[in-house]
């Protein structure tokens, strides 16, 4: 229980983050409101294959009412960018972290670090891009692949809103960078939250683990379980990966398993949580055509 409550102010933080990213819609949705469609797109994501990003269209059409549609595709696109931002830059804390607390063979410090190297890279490349735009120099890169130019035909057709898309995405940063620092900052702040679940279960089985310790664990795991991000609920990855980090830390590796199935209970009570609060959406609405007659 104390694990799935951590997870309260971790989703208020990710919540907080998206919130900023409407801050120039001429109205948003009230922030309990936001806080509760994003705990359900999050449990979204996690039950769709592949990409995992159903989510994203059904955070996008939560907003609509209050943002409008396009201002709601903007946001749900800049918090996504954001989003893999800050997940980006905790990797690279927390390989800083292992390689600050740990001695590891000399080979693995080569690889973490040139790991790191290549994640600075993206993060670089990342920011440079939500600067520059993300739409239409995608549709772009579309066109000129041979079996994927058939995809930016019907997209050129909309080249006018694809541009204004861009631009609200932008706008986001050249309008106010530290609002964009200050969001992605929650969001990093809320997954080094998510870590302190590490640390409560090394609490509850007497293990000897710091909450710098328990960052670095966390937050590599995480590194290691999104490398392969097209299995639906991630299914043996994160066990698997948990596994061989405890055994390269030199720890128990059944205790990485532990772990990996805590946190499998805790993200299945928040995705039925979140599915709960898309049925009691669903619910409401039709409560309300009902009584407009609609």
């Known amino acids: ?42 449990a979204v994501n996690m039950v769709t294959p592949f990409v ?8 996008a059409a939560a907003v609509t009412h209050w943002t409008g549609g396009q201002r709601a595709t903007s946001s749900t696109v800049t918090y ?19 390689l600050a607390l740990y001695r590891l063979p000399g080979g693995l410090v080569v690889t973490l670090v040139a790991i790191a190297t290549v994640i600075i890279g993206l993060i670089l490349f990342v920011f440079v891009s939500h600067q520059q735009g993300v739409v239409a120099p995608l549709v772009g890169i579309l066109r000129r692949l041979p079996l ?3 995809l930016a035909r019907p997209l050129e057709a909309h080249r006018e809103r694809i541009e204004e898309l861009d631009r609200l995405i932008t706008g986001f940063y050249h309008r106010d960078p530290r609002r964009f620092f200050l969001s992605v900052g929650m969001d990093v702040l809320g997954r080094a939250i998510a870590t302190g ?19 670095g664990i966390g937050s ?7 490398i392969i991000f097209f299995v639906p ?45 898309i049925w009691a959406s ?6 309300e055509n009902l009584d407009t007659g609609t």
């Open 1 to 42: 229980m104390p694990i799935v409550l951590l997870w309260i102010p971790v989703h208020v933080c990710y919540a907080a983050a998206w919130y900023t990213t409407m801050a120039d819609a001429p109205e948003r949705p009230p922030f309990l409101r936001t806080c509760l469609i994003s705990v359900s797109s999050f």
């Open 52 to 59: 995992q990003a159903g989510g994203e269209v059904y955070r």
């Open 80 to 98: 996504y960018i954001l989003h893999a931002l800050s997940n980006m830059v905790t990797w690279v804390l927390s390989i800083g972290v292992v």
């Open 148 to 150: 994927l130019g058939r």
């Open 197 to 215: 679940e590490v640390w409560l279960m090394a609490r509850g089985i007497h293990l000897d683990v710091s909450p710098l310790q328990a960052f």
């Open 220 to 226: 590599f795991g995480g590194l290691a379980v999104n």
């Open 233 to 277: 609920l991630e299914a043996g990855v994160k066990e698997g990966s948990f596994y061989l980090i405890f055994q390269m830390l030199g720890m128990d590796p059944a205790l990485g398993v532990f772990a990996a199935i805590v946190q499998r209970l805790r993200e299945l009570t928040w995705i039925a949580a979140g599915l709960v609060l």
């Open 282 to 287: 669903g619910e409401k609405k039709k409560r």
